[in-house]
């Protein structure tokens, strides 16, 4: 079983930035790909950005340029550095990690971007 643990969300201006974390544990981890994934309300959960295990990054088209994914492949860790930030990513943000072949999910943290 994996654990996943998120912090780092919150409340920012619009053009201000956050920078959220999401750290897995367990026993037997071999941690492939890692991603974030959001959901505003009404609307479908999307990817966000994503890093396989040989660091290669994919973004939504909508944080290209503003948002960098990273992870640290030591404390099985993965980043999300948000930049620039828009009143329309505002959304609940989930980690989201593939342990081997199966896939895991964090509880979600709340950015709000808002004056």
């Known amino acids: 079983q994996v654990q996943l643990v998120e912090s780092g969300g919150g409340l920012v201006q619009p053009g201000g930035s956050l920078r959220l974390s999401c750290a897995a544990s367990?026993?037997?981890?071999?941690?492939?790909?890692m991603g974030w994934y959001r959901q505003a309300p009404g609307k479908q959960r999307e990817l966000v950005a994503s890093i396989t295990r040989g660091g290669g990054t994919n973004y939504a088209g909508s944080v290209k340029g503003r948002f960098t994914i990273s992870r640290d492949y030591v404390k099985n860790t993965v980043y999300l550095q948000m930049t620039s930030l828009k009143p329309e990513d505002t959304a609940v943000y989930y980690c989201?990690?593939?342990?081997?072949?199966?896939?895991?999910w964090g509880q979600g943290t709340q950015v709000t971007v808002s004056s």
């Open positions: 989201n990690v593939y342990n081997y072949l199966s896939e895991y």
């Open positions: 367990g026993r037997n981890l071999y941690v492939n790909a």
